[in-house]
């Protein structure tokens, strides 16, 4: 790999926009895929579930509601959310700025 591929520099990454919310995918590998994720005042991402996936969420900045499951939790930059397999999850930005996150997740 060259340095390009072990480093990423995320303002140099593109961005995949959707209504809701901006994704930089940073590492797409067998086993684990790493992104940074901004979603939109007021909007959410989709409701989903990962069969084949755990994620983690790090809170970077920003306030919101995130459901797992049928349980619906507060989050807010500087915590860490865990996503068990197959679990349909969403996140609601419910702030006036972005809400910033990155997710991992462990492919299986």
């Known amino acids: 790999m060259t340095e390009t591929e072990y480093i990423k520099d995320l303002t140099k990454v593109s961005v995949n926009g959707y209504d809701f ?7 797409k590998l067998d086993k684990i895929v790493m992104s940074h994720v901004s979603v939109k005042p007021g909007e959410s991402v989709p409701p989903h579930v990962h069969d084949n996936e755990e994620q983690t969420y790090w809170i ?3 306030i919101g509601k995130i459901r797992l499951g049928n349980e619906e939790y507060d989050v807010c930059g500087g915590q860490a959310v865990y996503i068990p397999l197959g ?4 996140i609601k930005n419910t702030g006036q700025e972005p809400l910033e996150y990155v997710f991992f997740a462990a492919i299986f």
Request: a neutral charge; zero cysteines; proline letters at 0%.
């Open 87 to 90: 679990t349909e999850h969403t």
């Open 21 to 27: 919310a901006d994704y930089k995918h940073l590492f």
């Open 60 to 62: 970077i900045k920003g």
